[in-house]
């Protein structure tokens, strides 16, 4: 099958999607062969130029890279492969063919698993990080991709509703994807406090008082001079609301799997950390809603964007 595919690729290519009977030869071939070797699963990414999405209607080299698709093995999958090395080279390559890389991904068959991880690492995970924006073209593929993966339950919800509200108008599309039910809410204390010795007073419900947030940016420069932590991570967080004196913003701290995000400063684990509320620190009550719910939220961080803010009061809204 290796050295038949080598020889239709080697023929003139289609025109206006009208093969040969070389090509239409090739097909019943690869129709006729439902284990397909990896040396003709490699070959066959050369089929991508031949099968664009332009003609009408299934073309015979769309049809002979569709059927290879499905049946190759993750490790050799050609349509996976195109999805991970777009998604890689989104940033430096700019406009893409959305068109035909979502259709790559739809067709990768048992791959498709290993497609969604790719792009939970090299997409979601980012978007779902304050600092940096992430570019674009790698915006624009995530948006493109996520429906796929989210259908096919291969997107942790807990990812995409962070990267949905870390991005926010940028790639409103993510927000969309969250289907999940209502629940009911109310204001959750903390289980865990890091930071200044005081910072119960930021929960003692008296606006008068309040803690004094140092200058810096915690451990591992992600965490916050102030952490809030859950245990076990609060199912649902779904607003804030802040009275402070002095800029500053809230980060809630998820979870994520091995290698997606960043990593934690202790090692292992890995998290990503969307910005979830910026306050001016006006003295007034300030409140934050997500355009979705954090899911799984392990703590949430606070970081003020200069000296002498202190922080009056906090309420998060969630459920357990």
């Known amino acids: ?11 003139p290519p ?5 093969a040969s009977l070389g090509w239409f030869g090739m097909l019943r071939q690869v129709d006729d062969c439902p284990t397909p070797p990896a040396a003709a699963c490699a070959r066959s990414a050369g089929l991508f130029p031949y099968a664009t999405l332009n003609f009408e209607g299934e073309t015979t080299p769309r049809k002979m890279l569709e059927t290879l698709c499905e049946r190759c093995a993750p490790q050799d999958n050609p349509c996976a492969s195109a999805v991970t090395r777009a998604l890689q080279e989104a940033a430096r390559r700019g406009r893409q063919d959305l068109e035909l890389i979502r259709w790559s991904l739809e067709h990768s068959g048992a791959a498709m698993v290993t497609a969604c991880q790719d792009l939970a690492r090299l997409a979601v995970g980012p978007a779902a990080l304050s600092g940096p924006d992430v570019e674009p073209p790698l915006l624009a593929l995530l948006e ?7 259908k096919t339950e291969q997107l942790p919800a807990p990812l995409l509703n962070a990267a949905a509200v870390q991005q926010g108008a940028r790639a409103p599309r993510l927000a969309s994807l969250f289907t999940g039910r209502t629940v009911e809410t109310g204001p959750i204390e ?8 005081d910072a119960f007073r930021a929960f003692d419900k008296d606006e008068l008082s309040g803690v004094k947030l140092p200058v810096g940016t ?6 916050g001079v102030l952490r809030l932590g859950y245990a076990p991570s609060l199912k649902h967080m ?13 980060r809630a701290i998820i979870r994520t799997p091995q290698g997606v995000g960043r990593r934690d400063s202790e090692g292992g684990a890995f998290h990503v950390d969307p910005t979830v509320c910026r306050f001016r620190g006006t003295g007034r009550w300030e409140i934050c809603k997500p355009a979705v719910p954090l899911l799984d939220v392990d703590a949430v961080s606070v970081l003020p964007e200069r000296p002498g803010v202190e922080l009056k009061e906090l309420e998060i809204i969630g459920a357990r």
């Open 1 to 11: 099958l290796d050295a038949e595919l080598a020889n239709v690729l080697a023929s």
């Open 14 to 18: 289609p025109t206006k999607g009208e």
């Open 144 to 150: 493109e991709l996520a429906p796929t993966c989210v």
């Open 190 to 197: 903390p289980d865990q406090t890091g930071g200044p010795g």
């Open 218 to 223: 915690g451990s591992g420069g992600t965490e």
């Open 238 to 250: 779904v607003s804030f609301q802040v009275r402070a004196t002095g800029p500053g913003t809230l």
